[in-house]
């Protein structure tokens, strides 16, 4: 009798053993699957840092051309206006010079 005792308590022992390592094979799975995500998670995030840091340069980029572009815009306003004054003058030297021709076609008549 203690024999067939032993002998249930032996199958007992192995059916925990077997459950014990089908429990761990389950373990080491999920834990595979779980670092796998991980890692999927860490590339996400790397490319998530590399985006916002992309984004950040082109707007920063978009900033710079935005102020070259009224600097620009300036230089070319007071150049205008520059002009405008010098064909403004020649105008009255024009002016100035046809009345002064009128005056003498006047004195030849």
Not at 12 to 18: P, T
Not at 34 to 49: F, G, I, P, S, W
Not at 60 to 66: A, F, G
Not at 77 to 93: D, K
Request: charged content about 40%; proline content about 0%; glycine content about 4%.
């Amino acid at each position: 009798e203690a024999i067939k005792t032993m002998e249930s308590e032996l199958r007992e022992l192995r059916a925990g053993v077997q459950e014990a390592k089908e429990a761990q094979e389950v373990h080491q799975a999920v834990r595979s699957r779980l670092q796998k995500k991980e890692n999927e998670v860490t590339a996400m995030q790397r490319e998530a840092k590399r985006s916002a840091w992309l984004q950040e340069s082109l707007r920063e980029e978009c900033r710079e051309r935005q102020e070259t572009g009224k600097v620009q815009v300036r230089r070319l306003q007071q150049e205008v206006e520059q002009s405008q004054v010098v064909v403004h003058q020649l105008r009255v030297e024009l002016q100035k010079k046809g009345n002064a021709l009128a005056e003498l076609q006047g004195e030849d008549e």
